[in-house]
C-alpha cells in the first residue's frame, strides 16, 4: 500500500472514530462526511490507471478507461451531498425541539 492509500485510509478511519465516539451531532455529520471523503478519494486511487486514455475512438488510443467507475464516483459524490444535507436539516429540528445538540440528553428527551 503507498503511502496516500495509507492516508485515505486513515482518513476513512479518523471519519469513522468521530461519529462513533462523538456526543455533538454536529460533530458526527462532520466526521461522517470526513469518512466519506476518504472512501471516495481511495476509490479513485485504487481505479485510476496510468496510460489509458479517455474513452473517446481513436486511431491512436490502444488501451481505454473504463467510464463506469467515473459514473460510481460521480454518484457516491451527490448522493454524500444528499445525505449531508439531510442530516444537517434533521439536527436543526432535533435542536429546534430539544434545545441541545448532545446525542445523549437528546435520547433522553425525546419520548420514543
Known sequence: MHSLEAIMVATTLIG????VLR??????IISLDV???GVISFYVAIASQTGNSP?????????????????VIVTAIVIGFATLTL???????VVK???TLDS???EERVNW
Open 16 to 19: 469513522f472514530l468521530g461519529v
Open 23 to 28: 456526543r455533538n451531532f454536529l460533530m458526527k
Open 35 to 37: 469518512m466519506s471523503t
Open 55 to 71: 474513452p473517446i475512438v481513436t486511431a491512436m488510443a490502444v488501451s481505454y478507461a473504463h467510464p463506469v467507475p467515473q459514473a
Open 87 to 93: 442530516s444537517l436539516t434533521y439536527t436543526m429540528l
Open 97 to 99: 425541539k430539544t434545545s
Open 104 to 106: 445523549r440528553r437528546v
